[in-house]
């Protein structure tokens, strides 16, 4: 092409980078020729790389059509498409350049991690290596190829793939990471530092390097250099995620965590790791303030007379991790609860103008609020806090003020929804955030619940005596009253599955692309929300007994911006009229609920489609023998299942001495709010079980185990060191013996994963 003609000249601009002035040039010829399939191609990348994708499709879709499929115009097309989320489009783009141009490495390249993207990780894996048969060399790909495999469990194949790119291009830093990692998890610490340092003196400045340098020096104990090097991380990059992450752990470890950093780690969106909860209430539990306090309580002996005007106890009042604490999460620990309870009581009976606490105040609403109630109340608060709510409604009625604090303290102590004339303290313009915060969560959003309530579909009818009355019970305490949407990383089924069950790569799974999901006995939703983030493309139907808790679900979904949830109100022995089949049905502490928890499992299992799988969660009797003493030591004190009852059964629960079996209910952290502790120690109906029992259903039922979703790396480890020959942990009997001689390794419950077999049988 002769280099002064209008689209060379036009090709020059783009080439030095002059956008603005390459697209002028380009929409000049298509002025003269609007089918000028060239520069229409072109127009198209330069609008690409301007981040307008739709028009940088259109341009490349009508370059195809006045000019033909030409093998280049549809790669970019395909990756146009995966950069707009249309992966469809963009496979059958690369599909469409690899039929023309069988050995178009970068088609195979894009076909890869489209293929990656959507989880099928084998045939992005072959997608890979054809790639490279036409283009050897290529580095990016060879990375790709490598990180597939390593995520695949190719450990070997991918460890020799990073050695290569870096024996290239040794300065290739994602190598390094990947490499290292890879050694790392495969018990290769030394070589893991060897390849990171060796990296880092190429590249001393990166985050990412650095950071990962300083994982594998915690997990070697080696604390000092770990941190040295994990500050280094957030020197130079502060919102590193891996460093934050590693440095906080360290520091935990190290007895290092300072307040600075408990802050800020406390102050990240979403929820806090169990880690960071405990680290942050050990914290508080060191400072001053809170030493005075039981001290002081603890000398008088009257818990409800504390001097809250003292120094240390307007330091502790005031703390600000104790702040992020009461607002973050359910705070659980006895002492701790015991000290706010104690402080609630003060401020209520003790103190004549308490508005200098009313920060203090809100952050113990919103705690008190979502532990829904659960602290001990005296009769003489109980008759306080009933003449304040009088006074505060009275008020709203129109005939004075109620003040924010207290309103606040009220909020401490009952839910402000409960007010007659609670709308007209949303009127109200409230400007303090911590304030409006309590308005928005004990007013504006139960309402929203009320109305939610109205356009939930249900499905059947419920007669079944137990089922009305576990619907009752949650309706009354919905389970669990959740704050954050769960982090978790959005995967395919397959990788999702392959991941927990690495076997399964070699089983012969018609993988879903876009699973059909149910979720059955979904309560508040928690759960629905979390499948729905981490199996990609899926829709989910989750159904429940309780309206109350439905509606809760429906407007969390709604606040975490899911729409591919639907809810609806039935009873599983119901399921039986729907016609749908799925793809995965999940059910985590429902079926124990149940009268006959094999007959809900049956009705679950027929709408499983051939070859599906199911997650199931059951009580088991081993893990739940501190629970059972709890529930025996609740019924020969004659507890009732009220929030009163269940108040004072907790009081006498953390009274006991340390061995008694009912006592260790309070190291979990299912005691700390009402619904849980209703849960755990009130259900109306509750089945445990044992692996054996499970065993039997299992052949009943035609389902195949698949593995247990483990709660940590270390149970695994301890299985195969005992029973080196099932290497795949699929063996129910040896897990029964396992769990003999270690029964908390089921102590939430037995969380696993089973599969139709009847097809394959
Ligand atoms: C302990 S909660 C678990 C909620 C949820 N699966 C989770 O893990 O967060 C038990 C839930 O199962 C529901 N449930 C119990 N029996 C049921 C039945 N027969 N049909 C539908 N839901 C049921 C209850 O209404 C309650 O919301």
């Known amino acids: 092409m002769a280099s002064n003609t209008p689209i060379a000249r036009a090709l020059a601009l783009h080439k030095a980078g002059r956008l603005a ?67 469809d489009a963009a496979e059958t783009a690369y599909r469409g350049a690899l039929d023309r141009a069988p050995t178009f490495a970068p088609a195979w390249s894009g076909l890869g991690g489209l293929l990656r993207q959507r989880g099928r990780l084998a045939a992005a894996i072959a997608a890979l290596e054809q790639s490279l048969q036409h283009a050897p060399d290529d580095p990016r790909t060879c990375l790709q190829l490598a990180s597939l495999r390593a995520e695949s469990g ?24 990947g490499l290292g990692d890879l050694l790392a998890r495969t018990g290769r610490a030394a070589d893991a530092e060897a390849a990171y340092r060796k990296a880092l003196s190429a590249d001393p400045e990166n985050p990412d390097l650095l950071a990962a340098l300083g994982e594998c020096l915690s ?8 941190e040295t090097a994990l500050r280094r991380t957030l020197a130079i990059q502060p919102g590193h995620v891996r460093g934050w992450f590693n440095l906080g752990k360290t520091l935990i470890e190290s007895d290092r965590l300072d307040e600075e950093f408990l802050d800020a780690w406390l102050s990240f969106p979403g929820p806090t790791p169990p880690l960071v909860r405990a680290a942050a209430i050990n914290h508080v539990k060191q400072t001053p303030g809170y030493r005075s306090l039981v001290q002081d309580r603890d000398a008088a002996g009257r818990p409800g007379h504390m001097d809250l005007e003292s120094a240390p106890a307007r330091e502790f009042l005031a703390h600000r991790i104790l702040h992020r604490l009461l607002r973050r999460g ?11 309870t104690d402080v609630r009581r003060s401020i209520l009976l003790g103190v004549d103008d308490p508005s200098s606490m009313l920060d203090f105040l809100c952050g113990l609403a919103e ?44 909020a401490a102590y009952r839910p402000l929804h409960r007010l007659v004339n ?3 303290l949303l009127e109200q313009r409230a400007v303090d955030e911590a304030y409006a915060r309590i308005l928005r969560q004990q007013i504006a959003e139960p309402d929203e619940e009320r109305a939610l309530v109205e356009a939930i579909p249900r499905i059947g009818t419920i007669d079944d005596p137990v089922s009305r009355e576990v619907r009752a019970q949650y309706e009354e305490n919905p389970y669990p009253r959740w704050r954050y949407p769960p982090r978790v990383e959005n995967r395919s089924v397959e990788v999702a599955l392959t ?71 039935a009873d599983i022995l119901r399921l039986g009229e729907i016609d749908e089949r799925f793809d995965l049905i999940e059910s985590t502490g429902v079926l124990h609920h149940m009268a006959d928890p094999l007959a809900g499992w049956r009705v679950l299992r027929r709408l499983l489609k051939p070859g599906a799988f199911m997650k199931i ?49 309070a190291e979990r952290p299912d005691f700390y709010a009402m619904s849980t502790c209703r849960d755990m120690i009130f259900h109306v109906q509750e089945h445990r079980l044992t692996i054996g029992q499970i065993n039997e259903w299992l052949h009943e039922l035609s389902l195949e185990f698949v593995g247990f979703e483990l709660t940590s790396s270390r149970i695994a480890r301890a299985y195969l060191e005992r029973f080196p020959d099932d290497p795949e942990l699929r063996n129910l009997d040896y897990w029964s013996e396992f769990e003999k001689d270690n029964p908390g390794t089921f102590a939430g419950m037995y969380l696993f994963w089973v599969r139709d077999c009847a097809q394959r049988s």
């Open 367 to 410: 705690q008190c609020f979502h532990n829904e109630y659960v602290f001990a109340e005296s009769a003489q608060e109980s008759g306080a806090i009933d003449r304040l709510a009088a006074r505060v409604d009275e008020y709203l009625s129109g005939s004075g003020a109620a003040t924010a604090t207290e309103v606040a303290l009220l």
């Open 154 to 177: 190719d450990f070997e194949g991918a460890e020799s793939g990073y050695r290569e790119v870096l024996a290239r291009a040794p300065r290739a830093s994602a190598a390094s990471i």
């Open 21 to 87: 002035e390459a697209e002028a040039a380009y929409r000049e010829l298509l002025a003269v020729d609007g089918r000028d399939a060239r520069a229409l191609h072109l127009l198209g990348l330069v609008l690409l790389s301007k981040k307008d994708i739709a028009a940088g499709i259109r341009c490349i879709r009508d370059s195809i059509e006045y000019g033909g499929p030409v093998p280049q115009r549809l790669y970019d097309l395909g990756s146009a498409c995966r950069a707009a989320g249309d992966l």
């Open 422 to 424: 609670r709308r007209a």
């Open 330 to 340: 359910i705070v659980d620990d006895l002492d701790l609860e015991r000290l706010l």
């Open 219 to 226: 997990a070697a104990g080696r604390l000092a250099e770990a």
């Open 617 to 665: 969660g059951l009580y088991s009797e081993h893990g739940r023998r501190s629970i059972v003493a709890a529930r025996e030591f609740v019924a020969a004190e004659g507890f009732e299942s009220t929030p009163d009852g269940i108040r004072e059964a907790r009081q006498a629960l953390g009274r006991l001495p340390s061995d008694h079996p009912a006592r260790q209910v």
């Open 499 to 569: 991941g927990l069950f690495p076997y399964l790569r070699q089983a012969d799974v018609d993988w879903p692309e876009a699973p059909r999901v149910l979720v059955a006995g979904c309560g508040t939703g928690h759960q629905s929300v979390m499948s729905a983030l981490r199996f990609r493309d899926s829709s989910i139907m989750a159904v429940d007994l309780s309206l109350a808790s439905l509606a809760y679900a429906s407007r969390k979904t709604r606040e975490a911006g899911i729409g591919r949830i639907e809810y609806a109100q």
